[in-house]
């Protein structure tokens, strides 16, 4: 379960985010594998810290709602973008 929870907040939302078809996806998509993922995680961790102060800031704190928050915005992301989360051929491969 502490990996789950680990990539619920450090990658997941994030993930979604950055491949979500908005605002020059194939530019995202363009950029190194490594630069991807360090993207990917940044926006993860920004969106759980505003999560954490959101739900600090109302008295309704717990590592359980932090969870659902970041899993909701994930699933709300995903599914206003359709699914539709590949990256494509634009994506270059990861390397050594």
């Given at each position: 379960?502490?990996?789950?929870?680990?990539?619920?907040l450090g990658?997941?939302?994030?993930?979604?985010?950055?491949?979500?078809?908005?605002l020059d996806?194939?530019?995202r998509a363009s950029l190194e594998a490594g630069e991807r993922l360090f993207w990917q995680i940044?926006?993860?961790v920004a969106l759980s810290l505003?999560?954490?102060m959101a739900?600090?800031?109302v008295g309704r704190y717990s590592f359980e709602r932090l969870?659902?928050?970041d899993a909701g915005v994930a699933i709300v992301v995903a599914a206003g973008s359709r699914f539709?989360?590949?990256l494509g051929g634009a994506a270059p491969r990861p390397g050594w």
């Amino acid at each position: 379960m502490p990996l789950i929870e680990a990539v619920v907040l450090g990658w997941l939302p994030g993930a979604v985010i950055f491949r979500a078809p908005v605002l020059d996806r194939d530019r995202r998509a363009s950029l190194e594998a490594g630069e991807r993922l360090f993207w990917q995680i940044l926006i993860s961790v920004a969106l759980s810290l505003a999560c954490v102060m959101a739900l600090a800031a109302v008295g309704r704190y717990s590592f359980e709602r932090l969870l659902a928050a970041d899993a909701g915005v994930a699933i709300v992301v995903a599914a206003g973008s359709r699914f539709r989360l590949r990256l494509g051929g634009a994506a270059p491969r990861p390397g050594w």
